[in-house]
């Protein structure tokens, strides 16, 4: 028996912040949507694939959504917890209601409108929608990379930063965090406080900053020229670490908020790693060459037994898994899309992208009002 056809204005994929953010745009607008997730609940990122001692790592009025702002009484950088509960009263503002349990099978272009074939369990459901907006994000699938001797020969455990909570049941054991992003630095950090000997894989320079000087730099760069920022911020980083060089934290060689819009990379915040380094209590170390048993062989030569690696390495997209990629002319082959900012939310033929500009939160409402608007417009 065939599906019956469900039709709506709007369909939108994921309901992440970037989700909610687009539906609540568009109900304030009074344009019908629908949104489908694949979990069995909205930001699953944040309440089931997240570490416990996670806050955000920009002050808040950095990280609302469109139309809402914090509470007053909000600490200046939300927990964990406290983000979710904005969520979840942001979505009930709104009037934001997903369908759960929906996984995106195809999503493709015919007679003018999007045909979107979704899993429901057992059963299947076809959406059809004048706009699509793609809101699954950059970090929709956890990325292991490919280690000689991993999935064949290590002894222990490893697991993605998405399935860890806390340091508790590595209490006392040798682990190896491989990342040094701010999952990976906070991920090493915490672990240290359960009493286990940790080593951080630092692969590549990164520029480690505090939440203050991040903040600072954020609102100099209303006034003052990228470059002439960086600089101030270089030498406030310096202060409080000094030469971070000497524990195997290069810096790259530009500043961290050009690196930041050159390669979309920002700049890891720290929460009290580097003095753990500094201390000897975490070791940094360099990329794995391969892996025997439990022994961990690294590219310069040295070896090191771990029971535990945790791997901090990112996400990738999945969006070219279920969409037609040509037939909006928005996204490339690896799920990111073809357009640099400020134009890499809008394709063709009525499809968008939410919250893949690498501006994190604040991207996302700037992408959620963009998208909202154009549609209103059309």
Same mark, same amino acid.
């Given at each position: 028996?065939?599906?019956?056809?469900?039709?709506?204005?709007?369909?939108?994929?994921?309901?992440?912040?970037?989700?909610?953010?687009?539906?609540?745009?568009?109900?304030?607008?009074?344009?019908?949507?629908?949104?489908?997730?694949?979990?069995?609940?909205?930001?699953?990122?944040?309440?089931?694939?997240?570490?416990?001692?996670?806050?955000?790592?920009?002050?808040?009025?950095?990280?609302?959504?469109?139309?809402?702002?914090?509470?007053?009484?909000?600490?200046? $950088?939300?927990? =964990? #917890?406290?983000?979710?509960?904005? &969520?979840?009263?942001?979505?009930? *503002? %709104?009037?934001?209601?997903? +369908? @759960?349990?929906?996984?995106?099978?195809?999503?493709?272009?015919?007679?003018?409108?999007?045909?979107?074939?979704?899993?429901?369990?057992?059963?299947?459901?076809?959406?059809?929608?004048?706009?699509?907006?793609?809101?699954?994000?950059?970090?929709?699938?956890?990325?292991?990379?490919?280690?000689?001797?991993?999935?064949?020969?290590?002894?222990?455990?490893?697991?993605?930063?998405?399935?860890?909570?806390?340091?508790?049941?590595?209490?006392?054991?040798?682990?190896?965090?491989?990342?040094?992003?701010?999952?990976?630095?906070?991920?090493?950090?915490?672990?240290?406080?359960?009493?286990?000997?940790?080593?951080?894989?630092?692969?590549?320079?990164?520029?480690?900053?505090?939440?203050?000087?991040?903040?600072?730099?954020?609102?100099?760069?209303?006034? $003052?020229?990228? =470059? #002439?920022?960086?600089?101030?911020? &270089?030498?406030?980083?310096?202060? *409080? %670490?000094?030469?971070?060089? +000497? @524990?195997?934290?290069?810096?790259?060689?530009?500043?961290?908020?050009?690196?930041?819009?050159?390669?979309?990379?920002?700049?890891?915040?720290?929460?009290?790693?580097?003095?753990?380094?500094?201390?000897?209590?975490?070791?940094?170390?360099?990329?794995?060459?391969?892996?025997?048993?439990?022994?961990?062989?690294?590219?310069?030569?040295?070896?090191?037994?771990?029971?535990?690696?945790?791997?901090?390495?990112?996400?990738?997209?999945?969006?070219?898994?279920?969409?037609?990629?040509?037939?909006?002319?928005?996204?490339?082959?690896?799920?990111?899309?073809?357009?640099?900012?400020?134009?890499?939310?809008?394709?063709?033929?009525?499809?968008?992208?939410?919250?893949?500009?690498?501006?994190?939160?604040?991207?996302?409402?700037?992408?959620?009002?963009?998208?909202?608007?154009?549609?209103?417009?059309?």
């Amino acid at each position: 028996m065939e599906n019956e056809m469900i039709k709506t204005q709007a369909l939108i994929i994921g309901a992440g912040p970037a989700g909610l953010a687009t539906s609540a745009c568009l109900n304030r607008l009074n344009i019908p949507n629908i949104v489908v997730e694949r979990e069995e609940c909205s930001a699953s990122l944040w309440k089931r694939r997240s570490y416990d001692c996670l806050k955000l790592h920009l002050a808040k009025h950095y990280c609302q959504l469109p139309h809402m702002p914090f509470p007053p009484n909000t600490p200046t $950088f939300v927990s =964990k #917890l406290g983000f979710i509960t904005y &969520l979840d009263e942001y979505a009930t *503002r %709104f009037n934001v209601s997903p +369908r @759960y349990n929906r996984n995106v099978e195809s999503a493709y272009l015919k007679d003018g409108r999007w045909i979107v074939e979704v899993g429901k369990g057992a059963e299947r459901e076809v959406y059809s929608a004048e706009y699509l907006v793609v809101a699954t994000g950059e970090n929709s699938q956890g990325v292991i990379p490919e280690i000689p001797g991993l999935a064949e020969r290590f002894d222990g455990e490893y697991l993605h930063s998405s399935e860890y909570k806390n340091g508790e049941k590595f209490a006392g054991k040798h682990v190896l965090v491989v990342g040094s992003g701010n999952s990976g630095m906070e991920i090493a950090y915490d672990i240290s406080n359960w009493d286990a000997d940790v080593s951080l894989v630092v692969h590549s320079p990164v520029h480690v900053l505090t939440r203050e000087i991040v903040r600072i730099g954020m609102w100099l760069l209303r006034v $003052f020229p990228v =470059k #002439l920022v960086d600089r101030w911020c &270089l030498l406030l980083a310096k202060l *409080r %670490f000094g030469d971070t060089s +000497r @524990y195997g934290l290069l810096r790259p060689d530009k500043g961290p908020f050009m690196n930041k819009l050159v390669t979309g990379r920002s700049p890891t915040i720290d929460v009290g790693c580097v003095d753990e380094i500094k201390a000897g209590k975490i070791e940094v170390v360099p990329s794995i060459k391969r892996i025997e048993g439990k022994r961990v062989v690294f590219v310069d030569g040295n070896t090191k037994r771990v029971d535990s690696i945790v791997f901090a390495t990112g996400y990738m997209s999945s969006v070219s898994k279920w969409l037609q990629v040509d037939d909006g002319d928005l996204f490339k082959e690896n799920g990111m899309p073809k357009r640099e900012l400020p134009d890499h939310w809008k394709g063709e033929n009525g499809l968008y992208s939410v919250g893949f500009g690498r501006q994190g939160l604040a991207g996302i409402t700037r992408d959620a009002q963009n998208v909202a608007r154009d549609i209103a417009s059309l």
